[in-house]
């Protein structure tokens, strides 16, 4: 750290959305400084030729992972293509902290990454290493922690609901159903002709069906959650709108179990958390509700059909689901406030 | 019918959305003659004053409902609230036909209406006398008919898809669950806080959580169709857009049923439909394909989850899901070409 | 003509936005036969594959230019990127009528060409020939023509608004100020990062700044009827939205003319045109009255700065700004009805 | 101010968009205790029922005006309709500073406010004393002021581009024309159709023509730059996005003025300022850049015209053209620094 209690901060691959909500998120951090951004296509321009949003800010000229020296920095925010990240971080030094937000650290089984990601997963010895950065249910583990995973967004809006329910036994597992809905900035800042406005404007549509590689994650730690193999329904669906995610999750309870221990559970497990928050009966729940925020809102509710729940959770895919998740993975692997940098409230409308 | 072919149709309620796409379609249609606009808060206006869009239109100015004389007339399309259609249709004269877009003859046991709808069924015995008007599925019932209640925009996108599934026994009825989605013109033209831009836009939320009145009617016509009574989970949500919406069933196959069953049945209960149609695996599915359209795509898969379905249907709601349907009523109950009016190709972007 | 009163249709560049409106419009059309479409890069594809929303048309597939049998044709629509129309019209067999819609034949002078395209014309000869397809001021030249220039969509909603004023010379023309706005249709289907729907969406930008090419063809056409050299500030912005384009012009009266002069020229140029028209005072004005329709829609008002003028044009920029005045051409070529396949009343919401 | 060096705010009219977004950058403030919240219409509520997505603040419960207990304030801020400020604030306890969002002290002569609000003054003698509330051109007048009226949005984009150029006689004050564009946001959370997300949906629409409220304030301060009467072209348009204004100002440069001398007058004024910033030539400018923030970026360019500039300008209404703006004079009237509170850069996308 340096003499003003800042961290010497790196973010690779700064020139996707994620990059530019972490530089956004960080200008409100009192200990994070800004020290290397790295964008390869873009190596050489002022940060505001790529953003010009964030303008106003003092911020280092991109440059290229090579050109970027490591050993000045104290952490480094990786949101790379799946697969780099595990090449850069095996060569880098020790002493760097790293907070991936690519999928490359979150699946514990290799056998899992290379089935969904398509090639050998390129550093196995520190997938061993990485823990799982959902900061709720991994708090201790990630204080500790070296290598850090942020969940997917989508997983994070799922698990969040999901775990504190798989641990109690509250739901019968063979029924789960998600159905999730994400704006288009989840989709990324890369050129897709799905992508363009003029076609995913005035328009609602599936994707990725039965495919998304967010299932196997949601699975993997709901697995874990209930002691037990645990398969889903997932399906992601794109709504015209700029940020933020929402999830609609279907199940029938467990035996025994009522709509009542639902809330009892999701209650205690996030009664003194700073970011998650369960609805009370009757609220209404929405994007616009977390937009720019690092809140998750959850609400719980009986089916008309008997002895089956409906289950809604809603987050910002940039913050809670990645950027701001990151920072508040950053905050707990450097013994800071948890909520350092992210008390920005929603922004609505 | 006028001796120029032409039959002469009221419009009731026709400073809604429904009543203004009736408009505009019946612009297109060779065999309407808009005689009466009826909207008894602006009666007296023109109506290019309350949809300005149809000011190239020569048009009836807007009446109330009392100064309207029935005795010329051949069809009415009613697109009044709730309990009000009811006591008007019960005093027209006779040879007036009336197609109803309401929710007031949608329900066959007037017990389910009036646990839905709070207040008893003011006409029982014409109750008894409506046909459901979904024409692929009541076809020669509708041909027949005087009085037509239009199925709602969700229940024509869901059944359009379930009824051929259930009728061939293929799903396990006890697993289905319906996640809705509607752009807000579904919403109507009324005046309410969560219709306002600024509050739904850049917005994704669930309404209606276990208690939209969609549920009864999607659950009559699968009871119908398998033979038995069905219960479904239905949850609808709001797209930040004007039209259009998207359903998303999920369900477990049947014994002995598979996908491949799904999609040949399907196939055989749509392939002659001048507006319903399965689209091959892989191809994508949204509302923006349907747009403006009397339209109705249906997309069916494998889930990984063994034995479970992915059902997509999507459909314009003020199109084939209101006032598109409402025409195609018509033409069958009038004998016309049943697709008259009605072949505007989606718009797109 | 064939047999069945169709004339046989190429569209060159089908698979842009303007391909894509042409064939929906197409669709309504009694007299023309899609026969041959071409887009090279996607040549061997169903046409659904590149527009979905299309699917339930019967269409030919899509072939490279090469492919085409120009010989059956009677005429063509082009939608190729600028000086590519150039060389293939001029390669055509003499009886296939050419409906150009990019900018090769708008610009009488080719000098003006090439300053603004940054290349010689390719076929100056053709140049002489083309007829600027404005029908409500070209209409008996467009009637003969061979080989017709559609407008750009800029220029058709500020050229109806502007030509009758300054042929009355009604205004100041050293004081004409074009504020336009478009939707991100008006950018194309091309891959670019500032049409993202993240990129675009819940913004609105200026560009082309003191350079937009749209520019020197209003000048040209103002001058024209002016009799005199016209120039205009003209700045384009960009509208988060699909479709439709709004004009804002803001201009000074001529010595001795009035607010009244301009509405009562107005009126008497379009009071029998089918698709322009002048509203009420009072009358709102905007795009969503237009959208997916040919029709123009004008408005005129006297500022509170003395002899300063508001005049506002709203059209779809897919419509009346590109296919549906590209189809309203044809039929002017080929002495079909002017109104043939464009009746559809726009649709609102 | 309190122990904890805190003062304490009430806001009056805390149900309206600006009341909500004081609320939300009210919880960055490190000075700021939020005492009072007033909503005649929804007294006694939570405000978490009003604004669900400020549930995580703890927040007092809403109340009337009638019920609020002055004595213990340190401020207000006034988001009320216009008319009943005035009445309020003459009768409020002397050391109370009053900051208000309405336009009922920003018009200094009674006479005009009389023409354009339609009803005279009812505190006169507050007008005199009350202080415009542009600080970058009021500064020091804020510092010393018990009665601060913040400008209108589009005030606030237009002058903060012409002030310094009328100051410096850039412009021919005969030429200048504004054509100003704004979100949904600056229609209010009241009931109106025309604000419905169906009607102002995919659509672009002029309002106000030639009689907009901000015509007057804005010619009120031009004038005062120029030390001689300044007439304006004002017209307003609609987005369809929730947040952000963009203006458009177009004029021609006063004999002997140039492009030149407009950028270097315009980096003179404002290269010190905090909030304020001139681009750079070929800089995209646009309202997503600028989006949650207290910035105003400015762009200025030389038009093909000669003699005529291009001036662009962009802010968020609800922030630097309302509550961010009201922050940033309370933080002068109070010594705080400036930016205190207002440090939060643009959300993109």
Request: charged share 20%; hydrophobic share 40%; net charge negative.
């Amino acid at each position: 750290m340096s003499i003003d209690n800042k961290i010497k901060v790196g973010i690779l691959g700064a020139s996707g959305y994620t990059g530019a909500d972490l530089v956004r998120l960080a200008a409100a951090h009192p200990h994070m400084e800004l020290s290397v951004l790295t964008a390869n296509s873009h190596a050489g321009k002022k940060y505001a030729e790529v953003y010009p949003h964030l303008g106003a800010m003092n911020l280092p000229d991109l440059i290229t992972i090579d050109q970027a020296d490591w050993s000045q920095l104290d952490v480094i925010f990786c949101g790379l293509p799946h697969g780099t990240t595990q090449k850069i971080v095996a060569s880098l030094p020790k002493h760097v902290k790293v907070i991936d937000l690519s999928a490359d650290f979150r699946l514990r089984n290799t056998d899992t990454y290379k089935e969904w990601y398509g090639h050998d997963h390129f550093a196995p010895q520190l997938q061993t290493k990485a823990v799982y950065g959902l900061p709720e249910h991994y708090r201790e583990q990630i204080k500790k922690a070296d290598l850090v995973a942020c969940p997917g967004c989508y997983p994070t809006a799922a698990l969040l609901m999901l775990i504190p329910l798989l641990k109690a036994k509250l739901l019968d597992i063979n029924s789960i159903i998600i159905d999730a809905k994400s704006g288009l900035t989840g989709a990324g800042r890369g050129l897709k002709q799905n992508t363009l406005f003029a076609e995913a404007g005035e328009g609602f549509s599936v994707y990725g069906v039965a495919g998304h590689r967010h299932a196997p994650e949601i699975e993997q730690e709901l697995s874990v959650a209930q002691g037990d193999d645990v398969m889903v329904s997932f399906t992601p669906h794109l709504i015209p709108m700029n940020r933020g995610e929402f999830v609609s999750t279907y199940a029938n309870l467990a035996a025994g179990a009522s709509i009542t221990d639902i809330r009892q559970v999701l209650n205690d497990t996030y009664r003194d958390e700073p970011f998650v928050r369960l609805l009370e009966e009757g609220a209404g729940i929405g994007t616009q509700y977390v937009r720019g925020s690092n809140q998750c809102l959850l609400s719980a509710h009986a089916d008309r059909v008997p002895g089956r729940v409906l289950l809604f959770s809603t987050l910002d895919n940039l913050v809670k689901g990645s950027s701001g998740q990151a920072i508040q993975n950053m905050n707990l692997m450097f013994g800071f406030e948890e909520t350092l940098g992210l008390n920005q409230q929603p922004m609505f409308p």
